[in-house]
């Protein structure tokens, strides 16, 4: 399952947050079901699923721009756990 509208024109996998394993309709013939693992029984209609996996995706992003800008510093300030430290339900293959 992809939604079809990445930055690279390729198309990426959906996964469950939980396990890995790529996202499917609960009922095939119905693309209107709603979305999620089988094996974690995680599910969510099409529309949050992709919204979840899109967030995971520009959370990660700010992470690796964040840990790129303090690179080569001698220490880091301690702080909150930021988005980045989330588990999202929903997650991509795409790497950043």
Request: charged share 25%; proline share 3%.
């Amino acid at each position: 399952m992809s939604d079809g509208s990445t930055s690279d024109d390729a198309e990426h996998l959906v996964l469950c947050g939980f396990c890995g394993s790529p996202v499917a309709h609960r009922v095939e013939s119905d693309p209107t079901s709603q979305a999620g693992c089988v094996f974690c029984n995680n599910w969510a209609n099409i529309d949050n699923v992709i919204s979840i996996a899109k967030e995971s995706v520009v959370s990660a992003a700010k992470k690796s721009r964040s840990h790129s800008s303090v690179y080569g510093r001698k220490f880091k300030a301690v702080e909150e756990p930021s988005d980045s430290d989330i588990i999202y339900l929903f997650i991509t293959d795409y790497e950043v």
